[in-house]
């Protein structure tokens, strides 16, 4: 059985942050609103969303054309009106996939109409099991039904329908009212969420389990020049037999339905990057605490009650764009399932997902790949003993499904995705997932694997195609899966939309202050290390190694560049990872820079420890043509590793910390 606790001083796109910073950043978001809502008297009116996990033909196609309008989103599911902005700078790119989308989207610009409905007969076999991502599908489920459609009487007031169906269960999903503007938009019903810039991997919350009824405040439009946005959302969860009433500590357990609150505040202050941060509050039923005092108390002071009377999950997102000719997305979402001892910021049981998507490759092909990693005391809680699950399901990550029920076992899930237009038509989809749980728990698990292989294409109103998955679950049983589609777009009504199509060609060159670079090197470091409290804390000596890296950037001004960076370093004789989503660099002329960065390291221990981490750099640059040299410090505090082999020294704190200060130098080469 895994340990969770809630977000504390000893201990989710809202991270855990200090009181302070958590009072600021709500004072700024309140501020923000009240600003826009003074300078739009007459707001834009409010936006359907886009169908999440139902129609993947078509949500590859929209994730393509936002990438490609150099849009980072953080979060699903996409507002319609967002998507009809992105569009005119998609077609500068792709203008063939820009009238495919145009043409999905006009269902979406009349008074009513029915925009998704979609009918799916399967031949199954083998284990029985869940999924991944499809609202709580059943592997041996021999049918699934979808539906959804809406009546927009004028522009501030829009009321949703729909429903999915499969073997054993049926939920609502996409019924709702939607009142208000673009800068605030309420939506009441059972409205999806997915809280990660990932497409495959969420750890908060996304579409594993079925949706809940909720109310949601969030705006589709971002606000100011910073590029703001923001969401809540409050949840009824499914009912369970297994609440502690009394608090941690307490043995009787009683019956009812947990709220789940969530909140995620993200910015975009130059195009093509945004950054976000995530929470997540699960409290109230058979009861514990659920007033709105307490919900308020549990956000601003993650600690005391909040710990022992709810669970808490917090993560920090980034998304950085390339528009180059080659243009790419990369994603990071670092998450907690609570604090570590040092500051609420820092994230402890973390998960580090990081993923890249190209959306066009020779013009044919796309893809994407992700990987997430997660440590113990996932979607478990000594409050809530079903954990952080809804429906049986987990909130959050697929593959914390694939594990005997609420053991808090670490592990590492990877997704691969090729997408490919053949000459004859259509789209071909070639998908690849893999599981691997950590072997210190009590159960044998084996690896997980799935491949999927799709085919779809238009037939006059409808789009037809045909699904085959096969797999082995993490007991070695096999699974599959043989599925034939139908869906319908819809019937289009009264309104007049513009589908004349744009003549500019499409434009495949490099974008002006785009590069891409690898960096070679060596590292001087020094590590201290605290196992356990009470132990002697002790400081290696300095240590060296080699250093890599591979990275992007954009200019983002005359002087300024944002970019990504992925290190790889041996740092003790153990391989440290670092995987920087901040990456900021002032140049001096032509031939100095000086840089700013931020990331999450992984230090390869006999489990991965975790932690963020912070440093500062100098280039001097073309000490020969597209050739620099730079020099980076970089500082990480609390890299953090959970006890949880029986060889892990024993004592009171649950966690080993290791702190880690490197000097590196390196010679970088530009293309």
């Known amino acids: 059985m895994g340990r969770a606790r809630g977000i504390g001083p000893s201990q989710s796109s809202s991270t855990i942050v200090t009181s302070r910073i958590q009072t600021l950043k709500l004072g700024m978001a309140a501020a923000c609103l009240i600003g826009s809502a003074a300078q739009t008297a007459f707001a834009d009116g409010v936006s359907a969303y886009l169908p999440l996990n139902l129609e993947p033909e078509v949500e590859r196609q ?60 399967s031949i199954t076999h083998g284990a029985d099991g869940t999924v991944p991502n499809e609202h709580g599908l059943p592997t041996q489920s021999k049918y699934e039904v979808s539906a959804q459609a809406y009546v927009q009487p004028n522009d501030y007031f829009l009321a949703s329908a729909g429903a999915i169906a499969y073997q054993g269960r049926t939920v609502p999903t996409g019924s709702m009212l939607s009142f208000g503007f673009n800068w605030a938009q309420l939506d009441v019903g059972y409205r999806d969420h997915w809280f990660s810039p990932a497409t495959d991997s969420t750890m908060m919350i996304g579409t594993e389990s079925p949706t809940m009824p909720s109310v949601t405040l969030s705006n589709y439009e971002p ?42 505040f993200s910015i975009e202050p130059f195009s093509g990057w945004s950054v976000g941060v995530n929470r997540q509050l699960q409290y109230g039923g058979a009861g514990l605490p659920d007033s709105a005092s307490f919900l308020a108390r549990d956000f601003f002071k993650p600690g005391g009650q909040s710990q022992t009377q709810g669970n808490q999950e917090a993560s920090y997102v980034s998304r950085f764009i390339f528009p180059a000719k080659t243009p790419f997305a990369f994603y990071v979402q670092y998450a907690g399932e609570n604090t570590l001892n040092g500051g609420s910021y820092l994230l ?3 998960s580090l997902t990081a993923g890249i998507d190209f959306p066009k490759l020779w013009n044919y092909f796309d893809l994407t790949y992700e990987t997430a990693e997660w440590q113990n005391a996932w979607y478990v809680n000594s409050v809530f003993l079903d954990g952080m699950v809804n429906d049986g399901l987990v909130t959050g990550q697929w593959g914390a ?86 869906r319908y777009g819809g019937t289009q009504h009264t309104r007049d939309y513009d589908t004349e199509d744009d003549d500019t060609p499409s434009d495949s060159g490099d974008v002006q202050g785009t590069e891409l670079f690898v960096d070679a090197g060596a590292n001087a470091n020094r590590v201290r290390i605290d196992l356990q409290k009470g132990l002697p804390i002790t400081t290696s000596k300095v240590m060296y190694g080699p250093h890599v890296a591979f990275g992007a950037r954009r200019a983002v001004s005359d002087n300024n560049d944002l970019g990504v960076r992925i290190e790889i370093d041996q740092v003790d004789d153990h391989s440290l990872i670092g995987v920087r989503p901040v990456d900021y660099r002032y140049r001096i002329g032509e031939t100095a820079a000086i840089s700013v960065f931020a990331g ?43 006890h949880v082999l029986a060889t892990d020294p024993q004592g009171i704190r649950p966690d080993s910390f290791y702190k880690i200060e490197s000097v590196v130098g390196y010679i970088s080469r530009r293309f």
Not at 77 to 97: I, N
Not at 410 to 421: K, N, T, V
Not at 439 to 455: C, F, I, K, Q, V
């Open 223 to 264: 606000l100011t020049r910073a590029g703001f946005q923001y969401e809540f959302f409050l949840a009824r969860m499914s009912s369970s037999d297994h609440i502690l009433g009394g608090g941690q500590g307490t043995t009787v357990e009683g019956r009812g339905n947990p709220k789940l609150f969530g909140a995620q």
């Open 401 to 486: 499904d694939q594990r005997v029920f609420n053991d808090g076992v670490g592990a590492r899930s990877q997704m691969l995705r090729i997408g490919w237009e053949p000459p004859f038509g259509g789209y071909l989809e070639e998908r690849v997932r893999t599981l691997v749980n950590q072997t210190y728990g009590a159960y044998p698990y084996h690896h997980y694997l799935d491949l999927t292989l799709r085919y779809s294409r238009p037939w006059n109103d409808l789009t037809v195609g045909g699904e085959a998955v096969a797999g082995r679950d993490i007991f070695g049983k096999s699974f599959s899966r043989l599925s034939g589609f139908v």
């Open 348 to 350: 402890g049981e973390s």
């Open 600 to 642: 999450v390291n992984r230090y390869a221990l006999a489990t991965p420890a975790y932690s963020l981490y912070a440093g500062l750099g100098a280039q001097w640059r073309n000490v020969f043509p597209k050739w620099d040299f730079g020099v980076d410090l970089r500082y990480a505090q609390n890299v953090a590793r959970n």
């Open 62 to 121: 929209i994730e393509r054309v936002l990438i490609l309008a150099d849009e980072p989103v953080l979060k699903r599911p996409f507002a319609v009106a967002l998507v009809q902005l992105a569009l005119p700078q998609a077609c500068l790119r792709d203008k063939a996939l820009c009238v495919k989308v145009k043409k999905y989207l006009e269902r979406y610009t009349h008074d009513y109409a029915l925009t998704h409905a979609s009918v799916t007969g």
